[in-house]
């Protein structure tokens, strides 16, 4: 019986691994995915910019903002947003400021099952980042070195299969024992 248990667990151990290196392509794809929708809208609105400002100001009902501002921020944050996110700079703030555009747009607008699923995805991509695949991982690698503490853990960073998240714990857990314990043999060689 412990030989069938062990032959599952492997199996599972093997499949969880493959699917963890298929986090960050996935995460590219739904990226680029996103980004598209969000560039072509931002497009179209710069490319007839006197149509966006008549529509801000009879069609779209954005509460507190004037329609030629809201016209413009729109499309900005769809334009500049997206582009960002392609690359995978400033994955975070990028995800975080074109969700928060989407729910203005359900909320004030037009609610559609769309509006929801793009919500979904970019609040994943709040959560989850570039990962590896992304000018964020790469600038991390470049400017932190590997005693960078997180502001909002205080644990050691890692620039390992998690990307830009040091509070993945399992990988942060091994990733602190590992610069303690280098710590530990520098001062015993002293």
């Known amino acids: 019986m412990t030989d069938m248990r062990m032959c599952i667990h492997n199996f599972f ?10 986090t960050s392509p996935v995460n590219l794809l ?11 809208s931002g497009l179209v609105k710069f490319m007839d910019w006197s149509g966006t400002v008549y529509l801000f100001q009879y069609e779209y009902k954005v509460p ?12 900005a944050v769809e334009l500049v947003g997206s582009v960002f996110l392609a690359f995978g700079l400033a994955t975070r703030f990028s995800a975080l400021a074109l969700l928060f555009l ?13 509006n929801y699923y793009w919500m979904l995805i970019l609040a994943m991509l709040t959560t989850q980042g570039g ?3 992304s000018l964020d991982f790469l600038l991390k690698r470049r400017f932190c070195d590997s ?18 998240s040091c509070c993945a714990p399992t990988h942060v857990k091994n990733s602190t024992e590992h ?12």
């Open 30 to 40: 739904v990226r680029l995915y996103i980004a598209n929708i969000f560039f072509k």
């Open 147 to 164: 005693h960078c503490t997180c502001a909002c853990c205080n644990k050691t960073c890692s620039h390992g299969m998690y990307g830009m």
């Open 64 to 75: 507190v903002l004037s329609y030629a501002l809201a016209a413009f921020l729109a499309t």
């Open 13 to 22: 151990c093997k499949a969880n691994c493959i699917l963890a290196k298929l």
């Open 179 to 190: 610069h303690s314990s280098k710590k530990r043999s520098v001062k015993r060689k002293k």
């Open 102 to 114: 989407t729910a203005v747009i359900n909320y004030t607008y037009q609610s559609t099952a769309e």
């Open 131 to 133: 990962k590896l695949i």
